[in-house]
């Protein structure tokens, strides 16, 4: 991996909406000197069909390393794999894997599979996820958001994680980037009532916040446990990118924030959206760190403000909570019956 370091502080400081001077995921290849880079490393991108996830795939399938990606839908996931081989500059390997994140046995079909066909992975990105929905619990009884975003990555990564250390060396570690949100800022994590069964309880908003600061609490215990293994980790902030991720958003909010004269400034093309996590996974300025929350292609500061509809690219002060973090992640091995070794 080539020392290359370049800041893109001034893109992100004068914003001018989607399509502005903010890098995109190819850009970040491209200035790293990875096109054709990597062959012979894998990586895998839950949620690859859609939004900034597809993005994500095409960067990284560019460096040259084979790349798999998980579908709920298999045409879909056939459809995209077509899109990005057509125009790819990367000869590596591009296979579906079929996972749909609201079954845990779906999970451990797809882990199982990756496992048959690959002996190796050193880019996990867990990028898939779902926002503000109803109310609902997923078949093993889990509240959907809850179930989405955090517990079926982490059930993904810990069977991953064998995988992950054996493929990491001296160097050029292995590295778990996870999806979270400035929506973690909203709520962290409730552990007297994380599937909100108390009455009266559920709010989406709340839900999601929660399920986001479960992201960047995982990807935290991940790199202070298993970056002496060899695996390193980081969560990201995407930035405001329109795409189904809003499906239960209320049109007329979303019609507002989209079309409000500044503050449309800050959204950005899915391409642009997935800039930050393809820096996370490729950047050579990261090697040897983790434990870190991402936004804007650089290591986030603290939050001026704790208002997630505020576009502030800083984290709330309970990002960062070790104890916290180990309950959560014991919490989550029981909840899942997962034997709980590094």
């Given amino acids: ?176 980037i996870n999806l979270s949100s400035t929506g973690h800022r909203i709520s962290s994590f409730q552990f007297d009532d994380y599937n909100f069964e108390k009455p009266g309880s559920y709010e989406p908003f709340t839900a999601y916040g929660q399920s986001k600061t479960a992201n960047a609490w995982t990807a935290n215990y991940i790199d202070r446990v298993f970056g002496p293994l060899g695996v390193r980790a980081f969560s990201v902030h995407p930035g405001a990118v329109s795409s189904g991720i809003q499906a239960f958003c209320d049109p007329a909010l979303m019609k507002q924030l989209l079309e409000d004269p500044e503050g449309s400034k800050a959204w950005q093309t899915p391409q642009q959206g997935a800039a930050t996590s393809v820096w996370a996974a490729v950047a050579a300025e990261l090697e040897g760190k983790g434990g870190k929350y991402l936004s804007e292609c650089s290591i986030a500061g603290p939050a001026k403000t704790l208002n997630p509809a505020v576009f502030d690219p800083g984290y709330a002060p309970h990002l960062y909570d070790q104890e916290a973090e180990e309950r959560l992640w014991n919490l989550s091995a029981s909840l899942l019956h997962i034997e709980n070794e590094n």
Avoid: C
């Fill in 1 to 176: 991996m080539p020392n290359t370091s370049k800041s893109y502080a001034e893109s992100y400081r004068s914003t001018n909406g989607p399509g502005d001077a903010r890098p995109t995921a190819l850009q970040i290849v491209e200035d790293n000197s990875l096109i054709g880079t990597w062959k012979g490393r894998v990586a895998l991108v839950t949620g690859g069909t859609s939004g900034i996830g597809v993005e994500t795939v095409r960067a990284l399938h560019a460096t040259g390393a084979d790349v798999w990606f998980t579908a709920r839908d298999a045409s879909k996931g056939q459809a995209i794999l077509e899109d990005i081989s057509k125009s790819s500059r990367g000869e590596g390997l591009l296979q579906v894997l079929a996972m749909d994140l609201d079954s845990l046995e779906s999970v451990r079909e797809a882990a199982a599979s990756f496992l048959k066909n690959s002996s190796k992975l050193d880019i996990l990105i867990n990028n898939a996820g779902i926002m503000a929905t109803p109310y609902s619990k997923t078949k093993e009884g889990f509240e959907r958001q809850l179930a989405v975003n955090h517990l079926a990555h982490y059930l993904l990564t810990t069977l991953l994680l064998p995988t992950l250390k054996s493929s990491s060396t001296v160097g050029q570690a292995s590295r778990v």
